[in-house]
């Protein structure tokens, strides 16, 4: 497929991604052995990555969704127009998560807030542990700390999309990582 418009460069080619998935899937394999593990996922970016890290890991586990809306939901550079840290919950969970090992799956960590405030939402329901698991972390922008637990790329500051990442909604179903520039697509 050809490079649609905006996209840059590609920073991480699909096999790198898929790579570094079966890496990070293995850890987790280990991990989480023997333990009652259920992978949640923010709809809808994280989905791409959640259902690639599931199919990659080797022991049973549990999936489920939610949806949120967030001022992160614009675009990057733009985003400070929101009061930062403003999320709700647009569509919960199907199930309790008590007693469960919870891996928390994200698309990527910017900020910080949209994690932070999913992870005191989720730790309020009492699941046995509760970890992050992310595909993208730019700790360069990080505005509240969280604990990232796993993480497959670390990135620059610069707008990406692909691998569930959206610019306006689309590049979602992109194979790879590319930096974008809005101004040009
Ligand atoms: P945070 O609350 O600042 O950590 O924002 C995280 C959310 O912002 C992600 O779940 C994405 O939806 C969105 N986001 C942040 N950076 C990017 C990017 O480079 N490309 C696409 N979406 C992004
Ligand atoms: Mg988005």
Redesign the pocket.
């Known amino acids: 497929m050809t490079a649609p418009p905006g996209i840059e460069r590609v920073l991480f080619t699909e096999e790198q991604v898929n790579q570094r998935i079966r890496e990070v899937a293995a850890e987790i394999s280990t991990k989480y052995q023997g333990r009652d593990l259920k992978l949640i996922a923010v709809l809808k ?1 994280a989905v791409f990555f959640l259902t690639a890290l599931a199919r990659a890991i080797e022991i049973p586990l549990k999936v489920d969704f939610l949806a949120i809306s ?1 001022f ?2 614009q675009v ?1 550079g733009n985003r400070q127009g929101g009061a930062p840290g403003m999320v709700r919950i647009a569509k919960d969970l199907d199930h309790p998560i008590q007693d469960e090992d919870i891996l928390l799956v ?10 932070r405030y999913l992870l005191q939402t989720l730790a309020g329901r009492e699941p046995r542990s509760l970890g992050i698991c992310t595909l993208l972390d ?1 700790t360069v922008r990080r505005i509240v700390q969280v604990p990232v637990d796993y993480r497959c790329f670390e990135i620059p500051d610069r ?3 692909g691998c569930g ?3 306006k909604q689309r590049y979602r179903n992109l194979g790879y990582i590319a930096v974008m520039d809005p101004e040009k697509s």
């Open positions: 970016g967030s992160g939901d990057h994200e698309d990527i960590v910017d900020t910080g807030f949209t994690t730019r707008f990406v999309v990442l959206d610019f």
